[in-house]
Each structure stands twice: as C-alpha cells, then as structure tokens.
C-alpha cells in the first residue's frame, strides 16, 4: 500500500507474482475505510486467483509505509495515511479477511523481496535504500531482516549525514531524506534558484508534480542547477553509504525508488565520497547495484515475510 | 591486547573471571614478536591455571584492536600494532600454540562480553560503543553479534557525524571518532585554544598525555574551556546516537571506555540531539547505559566467542 495505489498480488511459493490487482489508496479515508479498502481488493483478487485455478492464499502479508510494530501490527505513524497513527491495522485485517496477516513496513518488504527475488539473491548483509518522496531503508543481516526492539530498525532515510542541514519532514536536520529523495530533491532546486515553495520552474516538473526523471533530462541536457543539485545529492548519498559500509560490511547495497533513476549522474560524487570516507577493505568487498524488483518489490517480499511467518508456525 | 598492555584471563564457562594476567603489550615489535609474547602469557596462565587446579583451555579467544577477517584471522589494519596490516594471527597463534584460537576485534569482543555478563544480558539489540584513544563499536542483532561480510562491521567510531568536520585518523572527515575520542577532545582544545599540536595547558594532562579524566574534574571546577568541549562532544555523540536508534531500534545503547567517565557531563547535549533527531517511539524503547565490565570486558568476550566457535562445530 502507497500514498497513491494499493498493488495487490498472489505471489508464488517459489516468489513468482501470479496475478496483480492495482487500485486507488483511498489513503485520506477512516483507518476503517482504507481497511475495507485494501480487503475488497485482496478478497476480489482472491476471487479471480479461483476461477484462474489457483488454490486459495496460505498466507497475507501486508507491506505499509511508516514505522510499526512488527510483532503487535500497529501502525505507529504513516505518513501517507495519517487516520493510521497508533492504528491496530493487523488485527483489523485480520478480523475482516478471517486469515492471519502479516504487516511488515514497506522498505523492509522491498528489502526481502530483492533478498528473495531481486538484485540481492544468495546476499546475506544487504542495505537497501528507497530512494522515492522520502527515503526508505531495509537492512539484512546474516540473511534475516533487522526489525530492531519493535520493528522499527532500518529508517535509513532518518540518520544524520548533515548537522547543520535542512529541516527534515522528521523534525531533525540534515537527515538523508533532505537531500536524497523527490522531495528533497525540490527542496534543493528552489534553495538553490531562492523560490518560494511550490514555485519550481516546468523543466522539472511533470503533471505539475516535481520529477526526478524531469530533473535528470535536464541534467543531460546541460541545466547547470540539475546538474549541481544530483551532484549535492550523490555527495550526502555518498556520506550514508559509506556510513552504512563501516557500521555493515555488507556484500551489496541495493538502491532503488524513484529517484534512483537518476542515479548514473549521482554516482560520481557518490563514490568520491564513499572511497573517502569508508574502509577501503570494505568498499572493495561492497557491490553498490539498482533494486531489480521496482514497485512490485515490496509486494513479493510481504508475500516472502507472509510465507515465513507460517513456516516459523510450523516448526 | 591493546596498544600499552595484555591482559589475559582464565574465564569459566558461566563467564567468570577466575584468574588474570597483565603484561606489557610490546606492540612495537614485529609480528612475530608479539606473536610470542601473546602465546607466553598463554602459556604462562595455563600454568598457574592447572597449578591452582583449573582444567585445560577448552578455547581461545583472542581480542585485537583493529578490523579483521573474523573467518580467516587477518589483521586488515591494527592501529597500535602496525607489524599486523595483513598479518594471519590466528593462524601463527594457533601453530605457536597447537590449539584452535579464535580472533575476535577488541570493540565486537567488548559486546559479546556485556551481552553476556554485563549491562546487556538478556538484551537482544545491542549498540556498544567504546570512547577510548578512538571510538570503536559492537553491534548484537537479535542475539548475534554482527559481522558483516569478512568481520569489518560495527566501525561505528567512523561514521559520519559533520561531514564538513575535521580530519579523522582513518582519512575521512567529521567521523564520531573526532569528537568524542580522547583524541578527539584533545584535538577540539587544542582548536579551541589554538594552539599547535601537543600544546595542551597541564591542567588537562596526566603524566603529560591528555586525559579525559582531568578534562572531566576541570569542568566540574567550572573550566570553561573544558565545559564547551564535552557540550560538543556530547552534541555529536548524541547525533550518532540518535542514528543508530533509527538504524537499529535496539533495547540498549551501551557507552564504555575511558571517555564514557565524562558520559554525565556529555549526557545533556547527547540526549537533546537524541530527542530531536531519533523517532519519539524508538527512543522510548532505548536504554542508553555505562559499560559494566571495563578494561575486562573485551577479554570476556573473546572467551565468549570461542566458546560459542566450540558449541557451533559440536552441534
């Protein structure tokens, strides 16, 4: 579930996506209506799968946005679904569709789809970021996914690469986020040409919107302001990801989202900074690669999540 | 083994310390020298081990400065013992020996030791961090210690707090280590004072070499200087911190070594950049915590990882 479509799909035990469903979000509803929302479309795709010759799910996982907690399912804050804060959305799930569900935090799914599916397979310390309107991460270690106390690890896009930065959507300052993300992204242009917010020139818009992809045509193009500010970017990018090689010594880091699309022209500075900064016997040993997985990855890896979760039941 | 001493124990299988040995480190000779010398207080507590009746060695752990491979037991880079860059320690400790010996990086030794007897038993996610000459780290996930690919993980002294900061021992720039190291306030005086190199006033010296421990007692006195400086370090250390609350969502932030004596007049600062940069929720589950087993601590540990080496190859 996004801030925008709910992609909904039966996935294989062997991780194959069967059958896809996508539908409106319906994000500004009651936490009652989106409930309802998301259990129309898994009992609809549940009736399709039927008639196709599927068996029926053995097992739900739900990938949402925001922190939660893993082991109670409630939701402690989403930013695209605000009726959700302090939310029990597993036990409600779970009430309407009669089937235990899994709800695991989006970047997280990503993270074990790519392990499972993806760009990561046979990897076992894995970073990955999301690089999308905010900055998501999920972490595997020793081949597990790295909840933390409550399900909380692995806000990757929420450590400080800056001080003294810009103010982030979090309320701290110079998190990854201010500068890695769409948003962030915006936020740097109009810094940078002294606008207004909301005031971004149409170069780098799309549908009104700020693009990361306008933004990267623009670049290539020869715009002097795209140019600097992926550079800014691939520079903080930098600065994380050598953080995160000297605190994992992982075998891969795994850059997905929307902005990472953008990616080829951040990558210079970003790796200045990443040999700079990190252990060189440790970025030698690190493959820096894009998420293969896209939209679907957290959806395959909530499906993974679902799948252990009843193999742990059965032991 | 640290850069000034070796201390070697006898520890029980329930973690007690039973006998202990400290002798000079003789860091300054080659490999094969301090090879020796390891191997001779081994020698030597095995025989005041078996005269007070204690059964053989079952295991050998060793704790060095520095990262390493953790599988093959070379030494990547050893701060205080330079004859180690490459050098195969396990394999030379275990010939000289004629025993399976374990090598284990002194900060990741120091957290398995506080996991196991000291201020984290029972806690699942851990963050050490070790406030000596330099800042090292230990990471416990979900009951394991964290190693990474080779055994380079948890440098958490060189992630970076300020990345426009100061120039660390390891290359890069603004790593934690600069602050909130010994070598690192003594470099923010020296700054603060302008003075050049080695310059500092007597009253934050001991024996003529820079002491947290005098730089504490001056603030208490009200220095002002001395104040200022352990504000700051303070200020990044709680940037870090924070970071690692949002990476890890751990039970427990575990803070030892020399400067970590400074920790009450640190806290103020450290805890304000917690609060404003760290998810309300997560800190919430965060105890943040001194050491408990000091100088010892690392020597626990490395009995801990090499009785954990023996149960692993009897299962």
Chains 1, 2 share one sequence.
Not at 92 to 116: F, K, S
Not at 182 to 196: D, F, P, T, V
Not at 216 to 241: C, S
């Amino acid at each position: 579930m996004g801030g925008t479509n709910i992609r909904t799909a039966a996935v294989s035990r062997t991780g194959e996506v069967m059958l896809m469903l996508r539908g409106p979000a319906k994000a500004k509803g009651t936490a009652a209506e989106t409930v309802e929302n998301i259990s129309r479309q898994v009992l609809a795709l549940e009736d399709a799968a039927s008639k196709s010759g599927l068996r029926r799910a053995i097992a739900i996982g739900v990938a949402v946005p925001g922190p939660l907690n893993v082991r109670t399912g409630v939701i402690y804050a989403a930013p695209h679904v605000k009726s959700w804060r302090g939310f029990p959305l597993r036990r409600n799930l779970e009430r309407r569709l009669g089937q235990t569900v899994i709800v695991e935090n989006d970047a997280n799914a990503w993270a074990l789809g790519e392990y499972w599916r993806g760009a990561a397979r046979g990897r076992k310390d894995v970073v990955l970021l999301t690089l999308g309107t905010g900055v998501g991460g999920g972490l595997i270690v020793g081949g597990n996914l790295v909840h933390g106390k409550s399900g909380m690890a692995a806000e990757l896009g929420h450590i400080t690469v800056d001080s003294n930065g810009m103010r982030c959507d979090c309320g701290a300052y110079g998190c990854l986020e201010t500068y890695a993300s769409a948003s962030g992204l915006s936020n740097l242009i109009q810094k940078r040409l002294r606008l207004k917010e909301s005031k971004l020139p149409p170069q780098y818009l799309h549908d009104g919107e700020f693009s990361a992809r306008k933004l990267m045509i623009q670049a290539r193009a020869g715009d002097r302001v795209a140019v600097e500010i992926l550079a800014t970017a691939g520079h903080f990018l930098g600065v994380a990801v050598a953080s995160f090689i000297n605190i994992f010594n992982p075998e891969m880091v795994v850059i997905g989202g929307g902005v990472a699309g953008a990616l080829p022209l951040m990558r210079p500075a970003m790796l200045r900074e990443i040999r700079a900064r990190a252990f060189s016997a440790a970025v030698a040993q690190t493959k820096i690669v894009k998420a293969a997985l896209g939209p679907l990855g957290g959806v395959v890896g909530a499906a993974f999540a679902a799948l252990n979760s009843i193999a742990a039941k059965s032991v």
